[in-house]
């Protein structure tokens, strides 16, 4: 075994140094021209895909090399059990993503923190970490799709996509990397014999069918929503389109300015005054306060969520989770200018990390989900304007309209005096439905008061049917009454609105928990479970479709084993297996068990030579 792991390191060994030196060099020329530690989650995404296609590269030439007959032969016939020859393996690939893709990475990383004033967490190790941990699950991955007997098992690699790419803390997501790792080296050791059939064991079998049975989920579910919404846009009747925007719909409300958007929800108001409103409402007067955030980032998240910089008219604030508090530097002589905290002082860490948005008036302010802080540009300091308490969260909308500041939660829309604090709320309006479906929210002021109206439908695509508008009048007073309510009509069919459902319930479910189970940051419903999306009631024809997928699945598996080579046992368990999980389980039968044609001898034959 160590033979073999010093032969391996010896075989890689110029092509390992190659990468690490051009890795850093890289890194280092990218870093003189923009801060990737702190640059946007797609960046980071991208230098993932990069680093996990040379993993895959290597292992395909690596296993490719070692499949030629002779030299397979030479590899497992060894006195030595095949799982020692395959820790070799493993632990020579482990050595050399350590030093040609993490090595680079900390050195960057170390020397940035002593020698510059940028901003470097211990969440950005446990990200270099993660990218080298990905590598190697990479590596995993193309070993058992260059020893598996399928041209379907690259569907493997969807394993660490949909298990490790969360937006959440830092040791959660290197928590599903080593869970991912394991479960990707058991597959590859399944696969890592003479003969590359998986045998029937319950778990080698079980282990292998469930990533191809996502992959197909998948497909079908991203799949068919793009052939099916081509199709439209081939027949002219795309709701989406600049040239087919169906009445009275979503679409309609949301390409709406926000005095349009109001007038669209008086449209079937029956107070006397909605003439008189409609009529005053104009561009000038009306306003959209959001919301502008559905997801805050997490402590210590993985990556970056939202704007982890902004500016003022001298200095360049960056955010850092080990201290909860922005790092200053002079835009233009790198000068340090301290930290900048919360509160009037600047001194009390965050409660989370800001999101920086903008009202209609281009003032700038930091959101979290318990304070709201303005920017003060001209002294480069912050101001809290308002607090939330218990659970509810802001939802980073503000806009300015005559004397009011309008602030969205996910619990209520608040109103507020010009420079007013927690104890000066004005008035206040009740959300009429779960924020996670609310679209948008605009404002627009009469003679009366202010219109407020709010639309829903954002989660429409994925199955929530209902989706108002609301309007309400608040009077001087403070006072709230609703004066219009429509029902907005769907854009797209029922069937596809629910396809993520139907196609199969099970994988759905699979596909969905881990979104429920692991904190990202999503600003969730007031007072709803976080499992209420997926135990979101559905139509009748939506599980009429789901039962005709699962029971055609399974009479597609019973005809499909009607000529294998397997027990009734076996064929018994893959019908079932197709009852729960629809066509992914069908598809995932066909490319695991192939149909076996016997061969066909002639009787007579058999009986002339006896």
Request: proline share 5%.
């Amino acid at each position: 075994m160590l033979e073999l792991y010093v032969s391996e390191l010896r075989r890689f060994r110029m092509a390992a140094a190659i990468h690490g030196i051009a890795s850093l060099l890289i890194l280092v020329a990218l870093e003189q021209v923009a801060d990737l530690p702190s640059e946007s989650s797609w960046t980071h995404v991208v230098m993932l895909m990069l680093y996990m296609l040379s993993g895959l590269g290597l292992a395909l030439y690596q296993f490719g090399t070692y499949r030629q007959p002779n030299r397979w032969i030479w590899l497992l016939h060894r006195p030595i059990h095949r799982a020692r020859v395959l820790a070799a393996l493993v632990l020579a690939a482990l050595t050399l993503v350590l030093l040609a893709v993490a090595l680079p990475l900390f050195i960057v990383l170390a020397s940035q923190a002593h020698f510059t004033s940028r901003v470097i967490d211990g969440r950005h190790y446990a990200g270099a970490a993660f990218l080298a941990l990905s590598t190697l699950s990479a590596w995993l991955a193309g070993g058992y799709m260059m020893l598996h007997r399928s041209r379907w098992a690259f569907a493997i690699m969807v394993l660490p996509l949909v298990l490790t790419l969360r937006m959440a803390t830092a040791v959660t997501v290197l928590g599903l990397g080593v869970v991912c790792s394991a479960l990707l080296l058991f597959l590859l050791y399944t696969v890592f014999r003479p003969s590359r059939h998986i045998g029937d064991r319950v778990g080698a079998v079980v282990t292998n069918a469930l990533p191809l049975q996502v992959c197909f989920y998948l497909a079908l579910v991203w799949g068919g929503s793009m052939l099916f919404q081509l199709g439209q846009m081939l027949a002219g009747v795309y709701p989406l389109s600049s040239d087919h925007v169906p009445r009275g719909g979503l679409t309609e409300a949301v390409r709406s300015y926000p005095d349009e958007a109001i007038q669209l929800g008086l449209a079937a108001s029956t107070d006397p005054r909605a003439a008189t409103w409609r009529a005053v409402l104009e561009h000038d007067n009306s306003v959209s306060v959001g919301p502008n955030v559905r997801q805050y980032a997490v402590h210590d998240l993985i990556t970056n969520q939202g704007r982890v910089m902004f500016s003022d008219d001298a200095n360049l604030w960056t955010f850092s989770h080990d201290r909860m508090m922005y790092r200053g530097v002079n835009r233009r002589t790198r000068v340090d200018k301290g930290w900048l905290g919360a509160g009037d002082h600047g001194a009390a860490p965050f409660a989370a990390q800001p999101t920086v948005v903008r009202d209609n008036r281009k003032t700038t302010y930091l959101v979290n989900p318990r304070d709201l802080h303005v920017l003060d540009a001209a002294h480069g300091t912050l101001h809290r304007v308002l607090r939330a308490d218990g659970a509810e969260q802001l939802a980073g909308g503000v806009a300015v309209l005559g004397d009011r500041i309008f602030v969205l939660t996910n619990r209520r829309l608040i109103l507020l005096a010009p420079g007013a604090g927690r104890d000066e709320i004005v008035a206040q309006v009740r959300l009429p439905q779960p924020f996670g479906d609310l679209e948008r929210v605009d404002a627009a002021g009469v003679t009366d008061g202010t219109l407020v109206s709010f639309v829903y439908g954002y989660r429409q695509t994925g199955g929530v049917a209902s989706a108002p508008q609301v309007v309400y009048l608040i009077d001087r007073a403070g006072h709230v009454q609703q004066v219009a309510r429509r029902e907005l009509s769907h854009d797209f069919p029922l069937l596809f609105e629910h396809k993520d459902w139907w196609a199969s319930p099970a994988l759905y479910t699979l596909v969905s928990l881990p979104d429920a189970l692991i904190d990202n940051g999503s600003i969730p419903d007031d007072g709803a479970s976080r499992f209420a999306q997926l135990l979101r009631p559905r139509p009748v024809e939506a599980w009429t479709a789901a039962l005709a997928a699962c029971l055609l699945s399974a009479a597609g598996a019973a005809w499909w084993t009607r000529r294998l080579h397997a027990a009734p046992r076996t064929r018994l368990a893959w019908c079932l297996a197709c009852i729960v999980l629809g066509v992914p389980g069908l598809l995932s039968l066909m490319v695991l068990r192939p149909r076996e044609y016997a061969a066909v001898r002639p009787t007579s034959a058999v009986a002339a030579h006896g």
